[in-house]
């Protein structure tokens, strides 16, 4: 064994997840986080060397050179992986907040040509620097709340330029910042002006897709497939071109009005199926049937304020994996905290402390096709680690609308750390 380069130890409790990374965690297996009474983790050249009780992991790799960090009192988790946002756009939507408590309903806002459509005007008017100046803003403050790991999506351009320019700027930044991204390509979500929703869909299939898959820029390809926007049809269309261009699937899918979506994405075997506030009884069985995780999106429901929200207890008895993201975005969730969403979790969705924590670690690292690498503390895994200032569990969702984050460490660096 060689010695550590960075030794984190004394940890009151750490959860370190282990035993779900060949498959995600389902039903009672979501509440197995893998806890260890004063724990500690090695990490050498970024990656996990040893996990274990303080005495076994200090025998084994405390060397001269090693480094270390005392977590005495508090709670070690692995980083949360945040599996679906929206981050890079440019410009802010608060202007429609009037209109939300006046309870003009979102698809109006964005049939109004507001909304998503509105953020595509920004977005294009911004310079490059000026979107990735935002962005990185917004990667900071999600670091800051313990996130090491996202995926991004594409999908406030709607033309090829943008759309690919979209991508080429998450893989900058993927570069640039310590966050670790993953880039979903979405042209279509939105129809904008000048065409019907059959028209660009054949522009998303026959000029956007293979652009984007030529050039090797996106991972994931996700629909927004709701009523009003990409009907079941085009989604299917759309999603099926992707996957013989090699591309993962994901879907937003039966978020606003129940209409098949989840069955949809049973049927094509994406990946995740994300939103799933009006799942059928019919979608959960087959989305649990076909391994489909179901991406939960808790702070979406609040910033809606319709008091709707998943029905994550029956997708848990059904078997589905859940997954927890922020859904960051500049309408329906200007936040970048993984904490708020996991108090929202467990308050709305009513899922335990554990299965929040499964839901925002191994089970999101699943969503996004990094299970091998993130989402647990286990040896070879990346030494993406959170230190949270909280003596137990319960207490992170409990004591919300702070930061519970005292130190992020990203594959084995320091790379924040809350002021003294
Ligand atoms: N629902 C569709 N897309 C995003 C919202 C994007 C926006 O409002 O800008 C979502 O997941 O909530
Ligand atoms: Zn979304």
Not at 284 to 299: D, F, H, S
């Amino acid at each position: 064994m060689h010695y550590a380069d960075l030794l984190i130890h004394s940890a009151r409790m750490m959860a370190t997840l282990k035993g779900h990374s060949d498959s995600p965690a389902v039903g009672e297996k979501m509440s197995e986080i893998g806890l260890i009474e004063n724990g500690a983790v090695a990490i050498r050249e970024g990656k996990i060397i040893a996990v274990g009780t303080t005495e076994e992991v200090r025998k084994a790799c405390l060397g001269p050179e090693t480094k270390e960090i005392s977590a005495e009192g508090k709670v070690v988790t692995p980083g949360f992986v945040d599996p679906h946002t929206h981050v890079l756009y440019g410009g802010s939507r608060e202007n429609e907040l009037s209109l939300k408590l006046k309870g003009v309903p979102y698809l109006d806002i964005l049939k109004q040509g507001g909304g998503i459509l509105s953020t595509v005007r920004s977005t294009k008017q911004a310079s490059d620097e000026e979107i990735k100046t935002q962005t990185n803003r917004r990667l900071r403050t999600m670091l800051s709340f313990g996130t090491t790991t996202a995926e991004v999506k594409s999908g406030y351009g709607l033309t090829v330029e943008e759309e690919l320019r979209a991508l080429r700027l998450i893989h900058e930044l993927d570069k640039e910042q310590a966050v670790d991204l993953v880039p979903t390509f979405m042209g279509a979500h939105a129809v904008p002006a000048g065409y019907s929703e059959e028209e660009f869909t054949d522009y998303v299939i026959d000029e956007m897709l293979p652009k984007a898959a030529a050039e090797g820029l996106a991972e994931f390809c996700d629909v927004f497939c709701e009523p009003g926007v990409f009907s079941l049809e085009s989604s299917e269309r759309i999603l099926v071109k992707a996957q013989q261009l090699n591309l993962k699937l994901k879907m937003h899918a039966d978020e606003l009005e129940s209409a098949g979506g989840a069955e949809l994405a049973a049927k094509l075997g994406v990946v995740s199926a994300d939103h799933l506030l009006k799942v059928s009884e019919a979608g959960i069985a087959a989305l649990a049937q076909k391994g489909v995780i179901a991406a939960l999106l808790p702070a979406t429901s609040f910033n809606l304020a319709k008091n709707s929200y998943a029905p994550a207890r029956e997708m848990v008895r059904a078997g589905v994996p859940i997954a927890l993201a922020t859904d960051s975005n500049p309408g329906s969730s200007p936040t970048e905290s993984m904490p708020l969403v996991l108090t929202i979790a467990c308050l709305y969705l009513r899922l335990t402390p554990e299965e929040a924590l499964a839901g925002a670690t191994i089970n999101a690292a699943h969503a996004i096709g990094r299970a091998d690498q993130v989402g647990s503390l286990e040896v070879g895994k990346k030494g993406d680690v959170l230190i949270l200032d909280i003596p137990n569990l319960n207490y992170l969702p409990y004591h919300f609308g702070n930061n519970p984050v005292e130190k992020v460490i990203k594959g084995g660096k320091l790379v924040w750390e809350a002021q003294a």
